[in-house]
C-alpha cells in the first residue's frame, strides 16, 4: 500500500501598503523554489488566483496599513494563519510610505489630484469603490498581533529562506546578524 502523502504546509501571502519587493525577494531563492513547494502550499497570495484567506499554517504580509482595505486583508490573514509574519520594512515599521505621517492627508489628494500643474479640472477620487486612505500609515502590530518580524527593504532572499526552512522543520527562526539588515 502506497505511503499516505504527507500534508503540506499551507502559506499565504500578501502586499498591502508595499512594492512587492518583498515578494520579489522570497522569489529570489530561485531554485530552492522547488524544494520549498514540496512542503508548503500556497492559499492566497498575489502568486495564485485565490481571492480569500482560508485557514492556513503561515501568514506572510508585506506592507504596511494605509487604507481601509488594508486593514480587512490583515484582520482576514490574522483570523486564518496560525503564524503571522510582517516581512520588511513597510510591514514592520510603516516603512518609507509612513514618511507621508507628517503631511496632512488632505493636503496630500489636494496636491496629487487638483493642484498639480499638468491637471486641468482635477478632483479628488470619490466612487465608493475605492478604499478610504487612512490619516497615517501604520504597522501591521498596530491593527493585529504579530507573530514574527523580519526587518529589512526587502529582507534578502536568504533571510526568508532560513526563516522558512526554520519554521517548516519545527524550529523556533534565529536569524543571525548577518541575515539581519534595515535598508
Ligand atoms: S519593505 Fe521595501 S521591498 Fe518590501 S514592500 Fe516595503 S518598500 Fe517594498
Same mark, same amino acid.
Given at each position: 500500500?502506497?505511503?499516505? &502523502?504527507?500534508?503540506?504546509?499551507?502559506?499565504?501571502?500578501?502586499?498591502?501598503?508595499?512594492?512587492?519587493?518583498?515578494?520579489?525577494?522570497?522569489?529570489?531563492?530561485?531554485?530552492?523554489?522547488?524544494?520549498?513547494? &514540496?512542503?508548503?502550499?500556497?492559499?492566497?497570495?498575489?502568486?495564485?488566483?485565490?481571492?480569500h #484567506? +482560508?485557514?492556513?499554517?503561515? +501568514?506572510?504580509?508585506?506592507?504596511?496599513?494605509?487604507?481601509?482595505?488594508?486593514?480587512?486583508?490583515?484582520?482576514?490573514?490574522?483570523?486564518? #494563519?496560525?503564524?503571522?509574519?510582517?516581512?520588511?520594512?513597510?510591514?514592520?515599521?510603516?516603512?518609507l510610505?509612513?514618511?507621508r505621517?507628517?503631511?496632512?492627508?488632505?493636503?496630500?489628494?489636494?496636491?496629487?489630484y487638483?493642484?498639480?500643474?499638468?491637471?486641468?479640472?482635477?478632483?479628488?477620487?470619490?466612487?465608493? &469603490?475605492?478604499?478610504?486612505?487612512?490619516?497615517?500609515?501604520?504597522?501591521?502590530?498596530?491593527?493585529?498581533?504579530?507573530?514574527?518580524?523580519?526587518?529589512?527593504?526587502?529582507?534578502?532572499?536568504?533571510t526568508?529562506?532560513?526563516?522558512?526552512?526554520?519554521?517548516?522543520? +519545527?524550529?523556533?527562526?534565529?536569524?543571525?546578524?548577518?541575515?539581519?539588515?534595515?535598508?
Amino acid at each position: 500500500m502506497p505511503a499516505p &502523502e504527507q500534508k503540506k504546509i499551507r502559506i499565504a501571502t500578501t502586499s498591502l501598503a508595499g512594492c512587492f519587493g518583498c515578494h520579489m525577494s522570497l522569489l529570489d531563492i530561485d531554485e530552492r523554489l522547488f524544494a520549498l513547494l &514540496e512542503q508548503v502550499e500556497f492559499d492566497r497570495s498575489p502568486l495564485t488566483d485565490i481571492k480569500h #484567506c +482560508g485557514p492556513c499554517d503561515i +501568514g506572510l504580509v508585506e506592507g504596511g496599513i494605509c487604507n481601509a482595505e488594508n486593514v480587512h486583508v490583515l484582520r482576514e490573514f490574522r483570523n486564518n #494563519c496560525k503564524i503571522l509574519v510582517a516581512v520588511g520594512a513597510c510591514a514592520v515599521t510603516g516603512g518609507l510610505p509612513a514618511q507621508r505621517n507628517h503631511l496632512s492627508l488632505a493636503d496630500c489628494l489636494q496636491e496629487v489630484y487638483v493642484t498639480e500643474i499638468s491637471l486641468h479640472n482635477g478632483m479628488i477620487p470619490n466612487d465608493p &469603490e475605492l478604499p478610504l486612505p487612512l490619516d497615517k500609515v501604520h504597522p501591521l502590530h498596530e491593527v493585529v498581533k504579530v507573530d514574527y518580524f523580519i526587518p529589512g527593504c526587502p529582507p534578502s532572499a536568504d533571510t526568508l529562506w532560513k526563516f522558512l526552512t526554520d519554521l517548516l522543520t +519545527g524550529r523556533t527562526p534565529k536569524l543571525g546578524a548577518d541575515l539581519i539588515r534595515y535598508d
